[in-house]
């Protein structure tokens, strides 16, 4: 595994995110839905303006990793925002809602980097837990998760056109937190 660079998105970014994002959504979780409800999510979340609408929230902050000027990863960070189940965790919470990496990146460690950038950041912010969502039938992203200290807390419905999936929502108490 060699060092990956991560840096903050910015606004130029915009075009190259949002293209990232609705390929790495369609190569991992296409063939999982119906194809009406799949092209009816993307549409409705994964486009242009739906990314950028993310991007410019409050609290929210995406980092990219890059190759040969390429984005081949992505995160979404939303700081002070707890678990909608109305699990209550310790606060300041830190959500990270995203890790996306291309497929061909994915043997590479990218997503394990882009996991230890989003905690170290949220300690440097001083949260005090870091959590994120991950679907039932994603063995191999809740082990990584697992191993890195997140353990299950609650679960939450993730749902795409007809089809209610269940995420099990993982946290991290942060130990470098005031």
Not at 18 to 35: G, I, K, M, N, V
Not at 40 to 47: I, T
Not at 73 to 90: A, C, E, R, S, V
Request: net charge negative.
């Amino acid at each position: 595994m060699t060092d990956t660079y991560i840096r903050r998105a910015t606004e130029t970014d915009l075009p190259a995110l949002a293209a990232l994002e609705h390929q790495t959504f369609s190569d991992a979780f296409r063939s999982a839905y119906p194809a009406a409800d799949f092209e009816a999510f993307l549409a409705a979340h994964k486009s242009a303006a739906a990314v950028e609408k993310a991007f410019r929230q409050e609290g929210t902050e995406y980092y990219v990793t890059e190759e040969a000027g390429i984005l081949t990863g992505l995160m979404q960070l939303n700081f002070n925002k707890q678990p909608d189940n109305g699990t209550i965790l310790p606060e300041p919470a830190c959500e990270l809602e995203k890790i996306y990496v291309l497929q061909t990146g994915q043997s590479k460690g990218i997503g394990r980097q882009l996991l230890h950038f989003a905690t170290e950041l949220a300690e440097e912010r001083n949260m005090r837990t870091i959590w994120l969502g991950v679907w039932e039938h994603n063995p191999r992203a809740r082990a990584l998760y697992e191993r890195e200290g997140f353990s299950a807390f609650g679960e939450h419905i993730f749902t795409v056109g007809t089809q209610h999936d269940r995420d099990i929502l993982l946290g991290k108490v942060l130990t470098a937190s005031r």
